[in-house]
């Protein structure tokens, strides 16, 4: 496998936090339902796990145009993010009844005004709460460096505890050793995991109100004293076929004779159960998500309809099948719900930076540090690295623009620094000398510094744009 170095990528939380959602939600909540026909062909292309990739094209309310290879489709907007025409959207298909497609991931152009805004003047809580001593380790170890690291541990440069520290690392044991405790084996690739994981959740899918649905329907639920009830209502009413099934513990043959008597039954405490859990099993059948399932549950009733008793025990005998292995998934379930979608919704991110900013890109972060809030933007270009810092106190900003060229022979930085305090602009004078030396400590040279009074924040961003345009910025979740 081809290990390249990743020299950028744009991290952006704020789609969650500008919309006011909650990111583990929204993983559970990002689904458009196709309202217009879908081609046969464009189906084929969903085949189970596959990725497809659209645009929005136009937004009307809830309604969406989205082209989707070629084809042009109306979508209503099930989640409560807003989409906007423009927006990348990977999609994967989620139902077929009705067909309902999964947006796997959002991209979205980003105004360099909104950028700068959450830079240095971010107006909600930053999610991220920096410690400014722990800076470096947090983004060393942040994922988005994971394959140069590998690069750098099989050429002997890091040891094995710093891959191990590293979060994409760490999101890639935890999913790995997850499937393999639910497969019995080894998984190998990440889409695989992710259709296992997709697979369990619609196995386990109201598994145990369909359980209690059939042994119902079989009259298993039934205590001594309601089944010696319900016999007597037997036999008061002449039903003696139903007497001799009941005689001959042959359930299928049971249940045909009862769906026949459902309005004779539906007054005893019994028959009302068993027509409420017929209707309730019926509905099933129609909804459920899995289609082996689905299949299986329509096989059903209409072996009930026909009154085909051996058909109804070999579906019988299927389900019952069906249902033993969902028992032993659904200690999963709560595991994928809890902690796999969300580590494989992280995983995406990372992995989507990594794609989008591999050759160019912007780091966007705001965040706060000891009751203070601050941001970050970080850009890489073919031959130059780009670190913006805005810290505000009360009293004004402090910033700090530093560039350094992509080289490991030179060590070299230079640096701009900006504030709207004349405090602040007396302190950073008389603290040159000490700064210098901090960079020698750290094996680096200034190579040129400059410090700037400015009249506001505005100022700063008119300054900034001049560094940070608007190439390669994207919201992604």
Avoid: C
């Amino acid at each position: 496998m081809e290990i390249r170095r990743i020299e950028g990528v744009f991290l952006q939380h704020a789609l969650e936090t500008a919309q006011g959602l909650k990111a583990e939600n929204i993983s559970k909540q990002m689904s458009l339902k196709l309202l217009s026909t879908v081609p046969q062909a464009l189906l084929d292309a969903f085949s189970e796990g596959t990725i497809l990739e659209g645009r929005v094209v136009q937004t009307q309310g809830r309604n969406l145009r989205v082209m989707l290879n070629n084809q042009e489709l109306v979508a209503e907007n099930l989640s409560d993010l807003e989409i906007k025409e423009g927006d990348q959207l990977e999609l994967m298909l989620e139902s077929k009844n009705p067909i309902t497609l999964k947006i796997v991931s959002l991209q979205r152009r980003l105004n360099i005004e909104q950028a700068l805004q959450f830079v240095l003047d971010f107006q909600e809580e930053p999610p991220i709460n920096l410690d400014l001593q722990k800076l470096q380790a947090l983004v060393k170890n942040s994922g988005l460096f994971y394959e140069r690291k590998l690069l750098d541990f099989f050429t002997g440069k890091v040891d094995l505890k710093s891959i191990l520290e590293d979060t994409k690392a760490q999101l890639l044991s935890n999913i790995f050793n997850l499937a393999g405790q639910i497969h019995g084996g080894e998984v190998k690739d990440i889409k695989t995991i992710d259709q296992l994981f997709r697979m369990v959740l619609k196995r386990t899918e109201n598994l145990k109100e369909i359980e209690n649905l059939l042994r119902t329907l079989y009259l298993e639920n039934l205590n001594h004293w309601e089944f010696t009830q319900f016999v007597r209502f037997v036999e008061s009413i002449g039903k003696k076929e139903i007497l001799k099934a009941l005689e001959k513990g042959d359930k299928d043959a049971l249940l045909i004779l009862l769906s026949k008597e459902l309005k004779s039954i539906e007054n005893t405490p019994a028959g009302k159960s068993f027509s409420l859990a017929f209707e309730r099993l019926r509905q099933f059948s129609l909804l459920v998500r899995d289609e082996e399932l689905g299949n299986l549950l329509k096989s059903f009733f209409e072996a009930v309809e026909k009154k085909d008793a051996s058909g109804l025990r070999e579906i019988h005998r299927r389900l019952e099948s069906f249902i033993e292995e969902g028992r032993r998934l659904l200690p999963f379930r709560e595991r994928i719900e809890r902690d796999g979608l969300v580590w494989l919704q992280q995983l995406n991110t990372i992995s989507q930076m990594q794609r989008l900013m591999v050759n160019e890109g912007t780091v966007v972060l705001p965040f706060k540090w000891e009751g203070y809030r601050g941001g970050m933007l970080i850009r890489t270009q073919k031959d130059e690295y780009r670190v913006f810092i805005n810290l505000n106190y009360p009293e004004g900003f402090v910033s700090a623009l530093l560039s350094s060229p992509k080289t490991e022979r030179v060590k070299a930085i230079s640096l701009n620094l900006y504030t709207n305090s004349e405090l602040f602009y007396r302190k950073m004078e008389e603290g040159k000398a000490l700064l210098e030396s901090m960079l020698k400590e750290e094996d680096l040279q200034l190579r040129d510094l400059k410090l700037n009074l400015l009249p506001s924040s505005q100022s700063l961003k008119e300054v900034l744009k001049e560094h940070f345009y608007e190439a390669n910025l994207y919201l992604v979740v």
